[in-house]
């Protein structure tokens, strides 16, 4: 099976899991906008944009969306190029969208774990994940779905916090704190 076959699969599986929310592959999301020129007006500008394998956005294409959380999509293994490339991937995308959740998930791992390379070089992901084949078992979809909603909560939470922060009727936050959660594979 091909990645972008897989991501296919994965995003018609979760679409139809997600009210409100719409689940594709394939989508553009823009990542920069070069300035060309300065008119009177307004900026003449070039949108520079990258294929996503999973997007999951908020809202309708026709009037207006907000892009949630974006998962790049590996199959059998991750090179450290393949890591270092989509966490500046996610970088990039966060720089124009900082509400939004990026990672990375791998299907067809076998009995293998997270491979290290990802925590080494993947310091722009929002999460990591995989699975053991390209068919979820049970537990692995189940844990997808949570894992979605929660990355849904804190594009929201983000949203809200960073555009809202100069408002008067503004939450004022005491507190922020980014927990790492980690589930092993044997369950220890």
Not at 3 to 13: M, P, Q, R, S, Y
Not at 29 to 44: F, G, R, S, V
Not at 125 to 136: A, K, R, T, V
């Amino acid at each position: 099976m091909k990645e972008t076959e897989w991501a296919k699969f994965i995003a018609e599986k979760l679409d139809a899991e997600f009210r409100g929310f719409q689940v594709v592959s394939g989508q553009r999301l823009i990542y920069a906008n070069e300035i060309m020129e300065y008119t009177k007006e307004k900026p003449e500008y070039n949108e520079m944009a990258y294929e996503t394998d999973i997007l999951i956005y908020e809202g309708d294409k026709e009037r207006s969306w907000k892009p949630r959380v974006v998962i790049e999509a590996k199959i059998d293994s991750v090179t450290t190029h393949d890591a270092i490339t989509y966490s500046q991937k996610s970088a990039t995308h966060k720089y124009v969208h900082p509400y939004l959740r990026y990672g990375i998930f791998i299907g067809n791992r076998k009995d293998y774990p997270l491979p290290g390379r990802l925590f080494r070089h993947g310091a722009h992901f929002d999460f990591m994940l995989s699975w053991s084949g390209y068919i979820p078992e049970a537990n692995e979809w189940k844990e997808l779905k949570k894992l979605i909603k929660s990355e849904i909560e804190a594009s929201k939470k983000l949203e809200e916090m960073i555009f809202n922060s100069r408002s008067k009727v503004r939450k004022e936050y005491f507190l922020v704190h980014k927990p790492l959660v980690t589930k092993c594979v044997n369950g220890l």
